[in-house]
Protein backbone atom coordinates (compact mmCIF):
# COMPACT_ATOMS: atom_id res chain seq x y z
CA UNK A 1 0.00 0.00 0.00
CA UNK A 2 1.59 3.42 -0.95
CA UNK A 3 -0.50 6.37 -0.60
CA UNK A 4 1.53 8.97 -2.42
CA UNK A 5 -0.01 10.44 -5.45
CA UNK A 6 1.15 9.87 -8.84
CA UNK A 7 2.02 13.05 -11.08
CA UNK A 8 0.97 13.48 -14.51
CA UNK A 9 2.20 16.37 -16.56
CA UNK A 10 1.03 18.19 -19.99
CA UNK A 11 1.81 20.61 -22.43
CA UNK A 12 -1.50 22.31 -21.63
CA UNK A 13 -4.73 20.87 -20.93
CA UNK A 14 -4.87 17.95 -23.43
CA UNK A 15 -3.50 15.72 -20.67
CA UNK A 16 -6.59 15.45 -18.49
CA UNK A 17 -7.60 12.90 -21.51
CA UNK A 18 -5.03 10.89 -20.18
CA UNK A 19 -5.93 12.05 -16.47
CA UNK A 20 -10.15 10.60 -17.14
CA UNK A 21 -8.70 7.25 -18.18
CA UNK A 22 -6.41 6.75 -14.44
CA UNK A 23 -9.46 7.87 -12.71
CA UNK A 24 -11.22 5.25 -14.61
CA UNK A 25 -8.68 2.64 -14.41
CA UNK A 26 -6.85 3.82 -10.74
CA UNK A 27 -10.02 5.20 -8.99
CA UNK A 28 -8.82 4.90 -5.70
CA UNK A 29 -5.38 6.81 -6.29
CA UNK A 30 -4.38 10.89 -5.99
CA UNK A 31 -3.11 12.74 -8.69
CA UNK A 32 -1.54 16.12 -9.13
CA UNK A 33 -1.55 17.59 -12.52
CA UNK A 34 0.74 20.05 -14.01
CA UNK A 35 -0.53 21.67 -17.59
CA UNK A 36 2.37 24.00 -18.92
CA UNK A 37 -0.71 26.01 -20.47
CA UNK A 38 2.04 29.03 -20.39
CA UNK A 39 3.86 27.47 -22.91
CA UNK A 40 1.60 25.07 -24.43
CA UNK A 41 1.65 23.62 -27.55
CA UNK A 42 4.68 21.53 -27.33
CA UNK A 43 4.30 19.92 -30.30
CA UNK A 44 5.68 22.00 -33.49
CA UNK A 45 8.87 22.90 -31.38
CA UNK A 46 12.10 21.31 -31.23
CA UNK A 47 13.22 18.52 -29.43
CA UNK A 48 15.84 20.26 -27.58
CA UNK A 49 12.90 22.67 -26.24
CA UNK A 50 10.88 19.88 -25.89
CA UNK A 51 12.91 18.50 -23.37
CA UNK A 52 14.10 21.52 -21.58
CA UNK A 53 10.36 21.90 -20.95
CA UNK A 54 10.04 18.26 -19.93
CA UNK A 55 12.45 18.43 -17.27
CA UNK A 56 11.12 21.43 -15.58
CA UNK A 57 7.53 20.31 -15.18
CA UNK A 58 9.25 16.90 -13.86
CA UNK A 59 11.44 18.77 -11.53
CA UNK A 60 8.28 20.42 -10.21
CA UNK A 61 5.97 17.05 -9.68
CA UNK A 62 8.91 15.93 -7.70
CA UNK A 63 8.58 18.84 -4.81
CA UNK A 64 5.70 16.74 -3.86
CA UNK A 65 6.11 12.90 -2.69
CA UNK A 66 4.88 11.35 -6.01
CA UNK A 67 4.95 7.75 -6.63
CA UNK A 68 5.50 8.00 -10.40
CA UNK A 69 5.37 10.56 -13.08
CA UNK A 70 3.30 10.13 -16.48
CA UNK A 71 4.07 12.30 -19.18
CA UNK A 72 0.31 12.49 -20.51
CA UNK A 73 2.02 14.70 -23.78
CA UNK A 74 2.75 12.76 -26.91
CA UNK A 75 4.78 15.02 -27.95
CA UNK A 76 6.84 14.26 -24.89
CA UNK A 77 6.60 10.95 -24.66
CA UNK A 78 8.03 10.27 -28.54
CA UNK A 79 10.91 13.57 -28.07
CA UNK A 80 13.26 11.44 -25.55
CA UNK A 81 11.48 11.11 -22.51
CA UNK A 82 13.01 7.91 -22.16
CA UNK A 83 16.20 9.06 -22.63
CA UNK A 84 15.79 11.17 -19.37
CA UNK A 85 14.04 8.67 -17.64
CA UNK A 86 17.33 7.02 -15.87
CA UNK A 87 18.02 10.19 -14.11
CA UNK A 88 15.01 9.88 -11.48
CA UNK A 89 14.91 8.31 -8.40
CA UNK A 90 11.00 6.91 -9.32
CA UNK A 91 9.50 5.95 -12.54
CA UNK A 92 8.82 8.21 -15.17
CA UNK A 93 6.51 6.82 -17.91
CA UNK A 94 5.25 8.12 -21.12
CA UNK A 95 2.22 6.86 -23.62
CA UNK A 96 4.39 4.94 -26.29
CA UNK A 97 5.27 1.97 -24.70
CA UNK A 98 1.37 1.13 -23.64
CA UNK A 99 0.21 2.80 -26.75
CA UNK A 100 2.59 0.90 -29.32
CA UNK A 101 1.89 -2.45 -27.72
CA UNK A 102 -2.06 -2.15 -27.90
CA UNK A 103 -1.68 -1.00 -31.54
CA UNK A 104 0.14 -4.59 -32.10
CA UNK A 105 -1.96 -6.72 -30.00
CA UNK A 106 -5.12 -5.10 -32.16
CA UNK A 107 -4.08 -4.97 -35.70
CA UNK A 108 -5.02 -7.89 -37.82
CA UNK A 109 -3.32 -6.83 -41.16
CA UNK A 110 -0.46 -5.46 -39.91
CA UNK A 111 -0.96 -2.19 -41.37
CA UNK A 112 -0.88 0.48 -38.51
CA UNK A 113 -1.61 4.15 -38.76
CA UNK A 114 -0.27 6.94 -36.13
CA UNK A 115 -1.51 10.39 -36.69
CA UNK A 116 0.15 13.11 -34.27
CA UNK A 117 1.46 16.73 -33.76
CA UNK A 118 4.40 17.30 -35.99
CA UNK A 119 7.46 16.48 -32.95
CA UNK A 120 5.72 13.37 -32.16
CA UNK A 121 5.44 12.34 -36.17
CA UNK A 122 9.30 13.53 -37.38
CA UNK A 123 10.67 11.67 -34.04
CA UNK A 124 9.64 8.01 -35.60
CA UNK A 125 9.82 7.00 -31.85
CA UNK A 126 6.13 5.02 -32.69
CA UNK A 127 7.40 3.61 -35.89
CA UNK A 128 10.44 2.11 -34.23
CA UNK A 129 8.94 0.83 -31.28
CA UNK A 130 6.26 -1.05 -33.10
CA UNK A 131 8.87 -2.37 -35.41
CA UNK A 132 11.02 -4.01 -32.76
CA UNK A 133 7.64 -5.40 -31.38
CA UNK A 134 6.40 -6.22 -35.06
CA UNK A 135 8.98 -6.19 -37.52
CA UNK A 136 6.75 -7.14 -40.54
CA UNK A 137 4.37 -4.09 -39.54
CA UNK A 138 3.86 -1.71 -42.48
CA UNK A 139 3.15 2.15 -40.86
CA UNK A 140 1.76 5.09 -42.31
CA UNK A 141 2.20 8.61 -40.08
CA UNK A 142 0.89 11.97 -40.89
CA UNK A 143 1.05 14.90 -38.98
CA UNK A 144 -1.68 16.70 -37.74
CA UNK A 145 -0.99 20.40 -36.18
CA UNK A 146 -4.36 21.61 -36.56
CA UNK A 147 -6.08 19.10 -34.47
CA UNK A 148 -5.00 20.96 -31.37
CA UNK A 149 -5.77 24.40 -32.20
CA UNK A 150 -8.91 23.34 -33.35
CA UNK A 151 -10.38 20.82 -29.98
CA UNK A 152 -8.82 24.06 -28.21
CA UNK A 153 -11.27 26.20 -29.80
CA UNK A 154 -14.20 23.59 -29.12
CA UNK A 155 -14.33 23.23 -32.45
CA UNK A 156 -14.84 19.34 -32.34
CA UNK A 157 -18.50 18.13 -33.21
CA UNK A 158 -18.56 15.88 -36.02
CA UNK A 159 -19.72 17.69 -39.00
CA UNK A 160 -18.17 20.73 -38.97
CA UNK A 161 -16.69 21.89 -42.08
CA UNK A 162 -13.65 23.11 -40.96
CA UNK A 163 -12.92 20.61 -39.10
CA UNK A 164 -13.70 17.67 -41.90
CA UNK A 165 -11.95 19.53 -44.70
CA UNK A 166 -8.73 19.22 -42.33
CA UNK A 167 -9.40 15.91 -40.94
CA UNK A 168 -9.97 14.01 -44.73
CA UNK A 169 -7.08 15.47 -45.88
CA UNK A 170 -4.49 14.36 -43.01
CA UNK A 171 -6.71 10.64 -42.69
CA UNK A 172 -6.54 10.36 -46.47
CA UNK A 173 -2.71 8.49 -46.49
CA UNK A 174 -4.68 6.07 -43.54
CA UNK A 175 -7.27 5.22 -46.11
CA UNK A 176 -5.14 5.26 -49.03
CA UNK A 177 -3.06 2.40 -46.85
CA UNK A 178 -5.90 0.79 -46.13
CA UNK A 179 -4.60 0.72 -42.03
CA UNK A 180 -6.84 -1.41 -39.66
CA UNK A 181 -5.57 0.24 -36.84
CA UNK A 182 -4.87 3.89 -35.70
CA UNK A 183 -2.99 5.18 -33.06
CA UNK A 184 -4.52 8.75 -31.99
CA UNK A 185 -1.10 9.83 -30.80
CA UNK A 186 -2.04 13.22 -29.36
CA UNK A 187 -4.29 14.08 -26.19
CA UNK A 188 -6.51 15.89 -27.64
CA UNK A 189 -7.59 13.85 -30.58
CA UNK A 190 -10.06 11.66 -28.42
CA UNK A 191 -12.05 14.74 -28.01
CA UNK A 192 -12.68 14.04 -31.92
CA UNK A 193 -13.10 11.02 -32.02
CA UNK A 194 -16.43 11.13 -33.68
CA UNK A 195 -15.22 12.73 -36.81
CA UNK A 196 -12.14 10.25 -36.60
CA UNK A 197 -14.12 7.02 -36.82
CA UNK A 198 -16.58 8.41 -39.67
CA UNK A 199 -13.81 8.99 -41.86
CA UNK A 200 -11.94 6.03 -41.26
CA UNK A 201 -15.27 3.71 -40.97
CA UNK A 202 -16.40 1.20 -38.84
CA UNK A 203 -13.54 -1.46 -39.86
CA UNK A 204 -10.52 0.45 -38.05
CA UNK A 205 -9.48 0.36 -34.62
CA UNK A 206 -8.79 3.39 -32.65
CA UNK A 207 -6.10 3.08 -29.84
CA UNK A 208 -6.28 5.51 -27.42
CA UNK A 209 -3.32 6.49 -25.57
CA UNK A 210 -4.71 7.46 -22.19
CA UNK A 211 -6.84 4.16 -21.95
CA UNK A 212 -3.78 2.10 -22.68
CA UNK A 213 -1.08 3.96 -20.41
CA UNK A 214 -3.96 4.07 -17.71
CA UNK A 215 -4.24 0.18 -18.10
CA UNK A 216 -0.85 -0.23 -18.25
CA UNK A 217 -0.03 1.89 -14.66
CA UNK A 218 -2.51 -0.09 -13.36
CA UNK A 219 -0.88 -3.51 -13.80
CA UNK A 220 2.74 -2.10 -12.94
CA UNK A 221 1.35 -0.29 -9.63
CA UNK A 222 -0.34 -3.85 -9.12
CA UNK A 223 2.43 -5.96 -9.15
CA UNK A 224 4.90 -3.75 -7.75
CA UNK A 225 2.69 -3.10 -4.69
CA UNK A 226 2.21 0.59 -4.98
CA UNK A 227 -1.18 0.67 -5.25
CA UNK A 228 -2.37 2.75 -2.72
CA UNK A 229 -5.25 -0.27 -1.21
CA UNK A 230 -8.17 2.18 -1.77
CA UNK A 231 -11.09 1.71 -5.12
CA UNK A 232 -12.47 4.53 -4.72
CA UNK A 233 -12.07 8.53 -3.68
CA UNK A 234 -8.92 9.41 -5.34
CA UNK A 235 -7.76 12.97 -4.13
CA UNK A 236 -7.19 15.48 -7.25
CA UNK A 237 -4.89 18.57 -7.55
CA UNK A 238 -3.79 20.91 -10.36
CA UNK A 239 -1.39 23.52 -10.82
CA UNK A 240 -1.47 25.39 -14.64
CA UNK A 241 1.54 27.84 -15.88
CA UNK A 242 -1.05 30.47 -17.02
CA UNK A 243 -3.85 31.84 -15.31
CA UNK A 244 -6.33 29.81 -13.38
CA UNK A 245 -8.91 31.55 -15.15
CA UNK A 246 -11.45 29.34 -16.89
CA UNK A 247 -9.34 25.99 -16.21
CA UNK A 248 -12.73 24.57 -14.82
CA UNK A 249 -14.62 25.20 -17.36
CA UNK A 250 -11.71 24.65 -20.02
CA UNK A 251 -10.92 21.91 -18.22
CA UNK A 252 -13.65 19.72 -17.90
CA UNK A 253 -14.30 19.29 -21.44
CA UNK A 254 -11.02 17.44 -21.51
CA UNK A 255 -12.00 15.36 -18.37
CA UNK A 256 -14.67 15.07 -19.31
CA UNK A 257 -16.40 15.50 -15.97
CA UNK A 258 -16.45 18.52 -13.25
CA UNK A 259 -13.04 19.37 -11.69
CA UNK A 260 -13.17 18.38 -8.43
CA UNK A 261 -10.12 19.43 -6.92
CA UNK A 262 -8.49 22.69 -6.59
CA UNK A 263 -5.96 24.79 -9.22
CA UNK A 264 -2.87 26.95 -8.51
CA UNK A 265 -0.98 28.80 -10.87
CA UNK A 266 2.83 27.97 -10.87
CA UNK A 267 5.61 29.50 -12.29
CA UNK A 268 8.50 26.85 -13.76
CA UNK A 269 11.20 29.19 -14.28
CA UNK A 270 13.27 28.12 -11.28
CA UNK A 271 13.08 24.21 -12.24
CA UNK B 1 22.08 60.80 -37.38
CA UNK B 2 21.73 57.19 -35.25
CA UNK B 3 23.37 54.47 -36.26
CA UNK B 4 21.73 52.35 -33.45
CA UNK B 5 19.51 49.49 -34.40
CA UNK B 6 15.86 49.03 -33.93
CA UNK B 7 14.87 46.23 -31.56
CA UNK B 8 11.89 44.43 -33.02
CA UNK B 9 10.05 41.68 -30.66
CA UNK B 10 6.97 39.10 -31.26
CA UNK B 11 5.68 36.14 -30.08
CA UNK B 12 7.12 34.12 -32.97
CA UNK B 13 7.81 34.66 -36.60
CA UNK B 14 4.29 36.71 -37.37
CA UNK B 15 6.21 39.84 -36.77
CA UNK B 16 8.42 39.61 -39.45
CA UNK B 17 5.40 40.89 -41.62
CA UNK B 18 6.03 44.17 -39.69
CA UNK B 19 9.79 43.99 -39.56
CA UNK B 20 8.67 43.68 -43.72
CA UNK B 21 7.13 46.94 -43.51
CA UNK B 22 10.01 48.37 -41.48
CA UNK B 23 12.50 47.72 -44.17
CA UNK B 24 10.07 49.58 -47.48
CA UNK B 25 9.42 52.28 -44.92
CA UNK B 26 13.01 52.59 -43.39
CA UNK B 27 15.37 50.66 -45.86
CA UNK B 28 18.62 52.20 -44.19
CA UNK B 29 17.77 51.27 -40.81
CA UNK B 30 19.62 48.37 -39.00
CA UNK B 31 17.13 45.83 -36.96
CA UNK B 32 17.73 43.17 -34.31
CA UNK B 33 14.68 41.13 -33.97
CA UNK B 34 13.57 38.74 -31.41
CA UNK B 35 10.84 36.27 -32.16
CA UNK B 36 9.96 33.82 -28.94
CA UNK B 37 9.45 31.00 -31.09
CA UNK B 38 9.68 28.75 -27.57
CA UNK B 39 6.78 30.05 -26.37
CA UNK B 40 4.41 31.16 -29.51
CA UNK B 41 1.48 32.12 -29.96
CA UNK B 42 0.33 34.66 -26.75
CA UNK B 43 -2.89 35.42 -28.55
CA UNK B 44 -4.69 32.52 -25.90
CA UNK B 45 -3.01 33.47 -22.93
CA UNK B 46 -3.80 35.64 -19.96
CA UNK B 47 -2.84 39.71 -19.95
CA UNK B 48 -0.11 38.54 -16.74
CA UNK B 49 1.28 36.02 -19.01
CA UNK B 50 1.72 37.82 -21.93
CA UNK B 51 3.12 40.97 -19.95
CA UNK B 52 5.56 38.89 -18.10
CA UNK B 53 7.02 37.61 -21.78
CA UNK B 54 6.77 40.96 -23.03
CA UNK B 55 9.21 42.33 -20.05
CA UNK B 56 11.71 39.33 -20.79
CA UNK B 57 11.59 40.08 -24.48
CA UNK B 58 12.16 43.61 -24.38
CA UNK B 59 15.07 43.20 -21.42
CA UNK B 60 16.36 40.79 -24.16
CA UNK B 61 16.53 43.53 -26.71
CA UNK B 62 17.94 45.81 -24.38
CA UNK B 63 21.30 44.06 -24.03
CA UNK B 64 21.96 46.04 -27.74
CA UNK B 65 22.53 49.24 -28.06
CA UNK B 66 19.46 50.16 -29.75
CA UNK B 67 17.51 53.18 -30.28
CA UNK B 68 13.90 52.09 -29.99
CA UNK B 69 11.83 49.23 -29.44
CA UNK B 70 9.20 47.95 -31.71
CA UNK B 71 6.40 45.38 -30.17
CA UNK B 72 5.10 43.84 -33.58
CA UNK B 73 2.86 42.03 -31.55
CA UNK B 74 -0.82 42.93 -31.19
CA UNK B 75 -1.51 40.42 -28.57
CA UNK B 76 1.71 42.32 -26.54
CA UNK B 77 0.29 45.69 -28.22
CA UNK B 78 -3.03 45.45 -26.54
CA UNK B 79 -2.41 44.08 -23.22
CA UNK B 80 -0.69 46.05 -21.38
CA UNK B 81 2.39 47.61 -23.41
CA UNK B 82 1.72 51.18 -22.52
CA UNK B 83 1.49 50.24 -19.05
CA UNK B 84 5.24 49.13 -19.04
CA UNK B 85 6.58 51.36 -22.01
CA UNK B 86 7.50 54.22 -18.93
CA UNK B 87 9.60 51.87 -17.54
CA UNK B 88 12.01 51.72 -20.09
CA UNK B 89 14.99 54.81 -21.10
CA UNK B 90 14.03 54.14 -24.87
CA UNK B 91 10.67 54.75 -26.68
CA UNK B 92 8.95 51.13 -26.71
CA UNK B 93 6.19 51.10 -29.10
CA UNK B 94 3.57 48.45 -30.07
CA UNK B 95 0.97 48.97 -32.76
CA UNK B 96 -2.04 49.66 -31.35
CA UNK B 97 -1.85 53.64 -32.08
CA UNK B 98 -0.67 54.04 -35.25
CA UNK B 99 -3.54 51.21 -36.36
CA UNK B 100 -6.27 52.87 -34.75
CA UNK B 101 -5.37 56.25 -36.20
CA UNK B 102 -5.34 54.82 -39.44
CA UNK B 103 -8.93 53.38 -38.80
CA UNK B 104 -10.44 56.33 -37.84
CA UNK B 105 -8.80 58.23 -40.69
CA UNK B 106 -9.83 56.00 -43.60
CA UNK B 107 -13.54 54.96 -42.38
CA UNK B 108 -16.63 57.21 -44.14
CA UNK B 109 -19.31 55.56 -42.27
CA UNK B 110 -17.18 55.14 -38.94
CA UNK B 111 -18.26 51.71 -38.51
CA UNK B 112 -14.87 49.99 -38.17
CA UNK B 113 -14.18 46.86 -37.53
CA UNK B 114 -11.52 44.58 -35.68
CA UNK B 115 -10.24 41.46 -36.03
CA UNK B 116 -7.40 39.61 -33.88
CA UNK B 117 -6.08 36.79 -31.18
CA UNK B 118 -8.54 36.48 -28.60
CA UNK B 119 -6.59 38.10 -25.79
CA UNK B 120 -6.39 41.35 -28.27
CA UNK B 121 -10.28 41.36 -28.84
CA UNK B 122 -10.87 40.35 -25.19
CA UNK B 123 -8.54 43.34 -24.21
CA UNK B 124 -10.92 46.08 -25.72
CA UNK B 125 -7.68 47.86 -26.47
CA UNK B 126 -8.27 49.01 -30.08
CA UNK B 127 -12.26 49.97 -29.07
CA UNK B 128 -10.63 52.57 -26.33
CA UNK B 129 -8.34 53.90 -28.52
CA UNK B 130 -10.85 54.43 -31.74
CA UNK B 131 -13.80 55.68 -29.85
CA UNK B 132 -10.73 58.37 -27.84
CA UNK B 133 -10.28 59.38 -31.55
CA UNK B 134 -13.91 59.08 -33.06
CA UNK B 135 -16.35 59.26 -29.78
CA UNK B 136 -19.07 58.54 -32.83
CA UNK B 137 -17.47 55.48 -34.30
CA UNK B 138 -19.56 52.07 -34.27
CA UNK B 139 -17.07 49.08 -33.61
CA UNK B 140 -17.76 45.18 -34.26
CA UNK B 141 -15.17 43.10 -32.96
CA UNK B 142 -14.16 39.19 -33.25
CA UNK B 143 -11.51 37.10 -32.28
CA UNK B 144 -9.77 34.84 -34.65
CA UNK B 145 -8.22 32.40 -33.11
CA UNK B 146 -7.52 29.44 -36.02
CA UNK B 147 -6.11 32.01 -37.96
CA UNK B 148 -2.96 32.31 -36.37
CA UNK B 149 -2.24 28.64 -36.69
CA UNK B 150 -3.74 28.36 -40.52
CA UNK B 151 -1.39 30.83 -41.71
CA UNK B 152 1.52 28.78 -39.52
CA UNK B 153 0.70 25.72 -41.10
CA UNK B 154 0.59 27.16 -44.71
CA UNK B 155 -3.14 27.26 -45.08
CA UNK B 156 -2.95 30.59 -46.54
CA UNK B 157 -4.08 30.14 -50.21
CA UNK B 158 -7.02 31.70 -51.41
CA UNK B 159 -9.95 28.74 -51.33
CA UNK B 160 -8.52 26.12 -48.95
CA UNK B 161 -11.56 24.78 -48.09
CA UNK B 162 -11.17 24.99 -44.27
CA UNK B 163 -9.39 28.58 -43.98
CA UNK B 164 -12.70 29.67 -46.34
CA UNK B 165 -15.13 28.07 -43.67
CA UNK B 166 -13.52 29.44 -40.68
CA UNK B 167 -13.03 33.01 -42.31
CA UNK B 168 -16.64 33.01 -43.16
CA UNK B 169 -17.60 32.53 -39.54
CA UNK B 170 -15.13 34.72 -38.01
CA UNK B 171 -16.12 37.95 -40.38
CA UNK B 172 -20.08 37.24 -40.41
CA UNK B 173 -20.35 39.97 -37.89
CA UNK B 174 -17.86 42.32 -39.74
CA UNK B 175 -20.38 41.96 -42.83
CA UNK B 176 -23.73 42.22 -40.44
CA UNK B 177 -22.56 45.24 -39.35
CA UNK B 178 -21.45 46.71 -42.64
CA UNK B 179 -18.30 48.32 -41.83
CA UNK B 180 -16.34 50.06 -43.88
CA UNK B 181 -13.11 49.76 -42.45
CA UNK B 182 -11.16 46.48 -40.81
CA UNK B 183 -8.16 46.35 -38.97
CA UNK B 184 -6.44 43.04 -39.22
CA UNK B 185 -5.04 43.37 -35.90
CA UNK B 186 -2.64 40.07 -35.73
CA UNK B 187 0.65 39.80 -37.78
CA UNK B 188 -0.29 37.09 -39.39
CA UNK B 189 -3.14 38.31 -40.79
CA UNK B 190 -1.60 39.82 -43.73
CA UNK B 191 -0.93 36.58 -45.57
CA UNK B 192 -4.26 35.70 -45.67
CA UNK B 193 -5.71 38.88 -46.70
CA UNK B 194 -6.82 37.86 -50.29
CA UNK B 195 -9.34 35.34 -48.61
CA UNK B 196 -10.43 38.51 -46.05
CA UNK B 197 -10.21 40.89 -49.07
CA UNK B 198 -12.63 38.29 -51.08
CA UNK B 199 -15.08 37.79 -48.26
CA UNK B 200 -15.06 41.55 -47.14
CA UNK B 201 -15.48 42.99 -50.87
CA UNK B 202 -14.06 45.58 -52.69
CA UNK B 203 -15.54 48.39 -50.96
CA UNK B 204 -13.89 47.45 -47.44
CA UNK B 205 -10.94 49.49 -46.57
CA UNK B 206 -8.11 46.74 -44.91
CA UNK B 207 -5.58 48.45 -42.43
CA UNK B 208 -2.52 46.73 -41.96
CA UNK B 209 -1.05 47.64 -38.57
CA UNK B 210 2.35 46.80 -39.81
CA UNK B 211 2.15 49.64 -42.66
CA UNK B 212 0.91 52.04 -40.32
CA UNK B 213 3.34 51.09 -37.31
CA UNK B 214 6.10 51.22 -39.97
CA UNK B 215 5.10 54.76 -41.29
CA UNK B 216 4.79 56.52 -37.72
CA UNK B 217 8.15 55.15 -36.75
CA UNK B 218 9.83 56.88 -39.79
CA UNK B 219 8.14 60.07 -38.81
CA UNK B 220 8.99 59.63 -35.83
CA UNK B 221 12.72 59.11 -35.76
CA UNK B 222 12.87 61.95 -38.57
CA UNK B 223 11.16 64.37 -36.08
CA UNK B 224 13.14 63.31 -33.48
CA UNK B 225 16.63 63.57 -35.50
CA UNK B 226 16.96 59.80 -34.93
CA UNK B 227 17.48 58.28 -38.53
CA UNK B 228 20.35 56.94 -39.32
CA UNK B 229 21.29 58.82 -42.66
CA UNK B 230 21.14 55.93 -44.94
CA UNK B 231 18.24 55.34 -47.41
CA UNK B 232 19.27 51.95 -48.06
CA UNK B 233 21.68 49.05 -47.29
CA UNK B 234 19.98 48.47 -43.31
CA UNK B 235 21.78 44.89 -41.54
CA UNK B 236 19.64 42.21 -39.56
CA UNK B 237 20.28 40.42 -36.97
CA UNK B 238 17.79 37.58 -35.81
CA UNK B 239 17.29 36.07 -32.42
CA UNK B 240 14.56 32.90 -31.71
CA UNK B 241 13.80 31.34 -28.34
CA UNK B 242 12.92 27.92 -30.02
CA UNK B 243 15.51 25.89 -32.51
CA UNK B 244 16.83 27.93 -35.36
CA UNK B 245 16.38 25.06 -37.52
CA UNK B 246 13.85 26.18 -40.60
CA UNK B 247 14.21 29.82 -39.52
CA UNK B 248 14.94 30.84 -43.01
CA UNK B 249 12.31 28.93 -44.51
CA UNK B 250 9.59 29.61 -42.37
CA UNK B 251 10.81 33.29 -42.26
CA UNK B 252 11.02 34.24 -45.63
CA UNK B 253 7.36 33.36 -46.08
CA UNK B 254 6.35 36.28 -43.45
CA UNK B 255 9.72 38.21 -44.78
CA UNK B 256 7.88 37.65 -48.08
CA UNK B 257 11.53 38.09 -48.82
CA UNK B 258 14.81 36.01 -48.53
CA UNK B 259 16.15 35.97 -44.94
CA UNK B 260 19.49 38.22 -45.03
CA UNK B 261 21.31 38.14 -41.78
CA UNK B 262 22.09 36.10 -39.20
CA UNK B 263 20.15 33.73 -36.88
CA UNK B 264 20.72 32.70 -33.38
CA UNK B 265 19.01 30.70 -31.13
CA UNK B 266 18.57 32.81 -26.76
CA UNK B 267 17.07 31.43 -24.05
CA UNK B 268 15.19 34.05 -22.00
CA UNK B 269 15.40 32.36 -18.46
CA UNK B 270 17.20 35.01 -17.02
CA UNK B 271 15.72 38.35 -18.39
Redo the contacts between chains.
Sequence with gaps: MDERPIGVFDSGLGGLTVVKRLMEFLPGENIIYLGD???VPYG???R??IMKYARQDISFLLKFDIKAVIAACGTVSTNGLEDIAGDYHIPVRGVLGPTAKAAVRETRSGRIGIIGTKASILSGAYDRRIMELMPQAQITSNAC??F???A??G?ITDGD??LD??AREYLEPMKSADVDTLIMGCTHYPLIRPTIERIMGPRVRLIDPGEETARSLRDQLKSDGLLNGRDQGGKYKYFV???T?GFAETGSLFLNAAIDGSVEHVSL?DF
Excluded: I, K, N, Q
Design positions: TGRGRSGTPLVPMEERVAAVTDSEE
